[in-house]
């Protein structure tokens, strides 16, 4: 079954922890993303990776970080999380990075994470 | 780079009227129009979309329809049914990269 996948679903930790969120898709999609989701704000895009190795910052990079040493997985990590990054994640992978033909995102099921 | 306003970002309607959603955007180079459905607690999911060749496009009760020259596109709902109550994004694809409008929450009251 074509999907993405997260993990964990959820977890609440404390600052300053480290965390790993991963992601996985198996359909070979170049393009991975992740998304915050806060009430009223929609979803905001933090890091994209247009294919391996190669990763840029989305619109509110502070305080992640990514890698993509593999086609299928693309990490978030948060090196020191704190409590404004307590919020509802989401994971993508298109087929096609952005505007070139039909360029359907595939969302992973979400992770919800609270930082106390 | 690119901006996506949606409005409204509440939208109330009783089951079996009408329900429109406008998406504007900024970049000119954007030829790709979807339309995402989130159910509470679910991940958003596409339900529809269009190219920049195409006014309009139809799936049963949902329509998009997109006016190149203005930069807008919209989203139809007929004959709303309470499964029909959720999140919808839009969003805009300049630049390569998919940005989203924050939104609207469409509530069908039985």
């Known amino acids: 079954e074509a999907q993405v996948t997260q993990n964990p679903r959820y977890l609440i930790t404390v600052t300053g922890k480290k965390l790993t969120v991963t992601c996985s898709q198996n359909?070979?999609?170049?393009?991975m993303s992740w998304y915050r989701q806060d009430p009223g704000l929609g979803l905001r895009q933090i890091y994209y990776?247009?294919?391996?190795?190669?990763?840029d910052k989305g619109d509110v990079p502070e305080g992640y970080k990514v890698s993509r040493k593999e086609k299928r997985n693309f990490p978030l990590i948060l090196e020191s999380p704190s409590p404004n990054q307590t919020s509802l994640y989401f994971c993508?992978?298109?087929?096609?990075?952005?505007?070139?033909?039909?360029?359907?995102?595939?969302f992973g099921p979400g992770t919800r994470l609270t930082v106390l | 780079g690119e901006n996506v306003e949606q409005h409204p970002s509440t939208l109330s309607v009783q089951e079996g009227d009408s329900a429109v959603i406008k998406c504007t955007y900024s970049?000119?180079?954007?030829?790709?129009f979807p339309w995402y459905k989130q159910e509470l607690g679910k991940r958003p999911q596409l339900i529809i979309d269009?190219?920049?060749?195409?006014g309009e496009k139809k799936d049963q009760r949902i329509a998009v329809t997109l006016n190149k020259t203005a930069k807008h596109f919209s989203l139809h709902i007929t004959e709303t049914q309470p499964e029909d109550s959720a999140v919808y994004f839009c969003?805009?694809?300049?630049?390569?990269?998919?940005?989203f409008g924050r939104g609207t929450s469409l509530i069908v009251h039985p």
């Open positions: 993508a992978s298109s087929l096609l990075g952005g505007g070139k033909g039909r360029n359907e995102q595939f």
């Open positions: 359909m070979n999609h170049e393009y």
């Open positions: 990776s247009m294919n391996v190795e190669v990763t």
């Open positions: 970049d000119s180079a954007s030829n790709y």
């Open positions: 269009i190219r920049s060749n195409v």
């Open positions: 969003a805009g694809t300049g630049s390569y990269i998919p940005t």
